[in-house]
């Protein structure tokens, strides 16, 4: 699953509108409009790491608030980046 249908799918599970979402990101420092936020949780753009993780965060809170664990990895954590290192030597 590619960062940013997971990202989709977290706002989904929260019921939170996209420009609800930005509003938290925009809070956190975000510095996209809601358009920009849109386009990525559609795929139709990319993000660089920093808002790609500002939007991670603003998920999470949304998730912390409500009691529950933060399920969205950040970027390093993503396991894509995790598979594209060099496997350790056995």
Do not use: K
Request: negative net charge; hydrophobic residues 35%; proline residues 8%.
């Amino acid at each position: 699953m590619p960062p940013h249908s997971a990202l989709e799918n977290a706002r989904q599970t929260l019921g939170i509108t996209t420009l609800d979402l930005w509003w938290i990101y925009f809070a956190l420092g975000g510095s996209g409009d809601a358009y920009e936020l849109a386009d990525y949780l559609a795929g139709t753009t990319t993000a660089t790491t920093a808002v790609h993780n500002t939007i991670v965060h603003a998920l999470n809170e949304t998730f912390s608030d409500r009691g529950q664990d933060s399920p969205v990895p950040y970027h390093d954590e993503w396991p894509e980046t995790v598979s594209e290192q060099a496997p350790p030597v056995a």
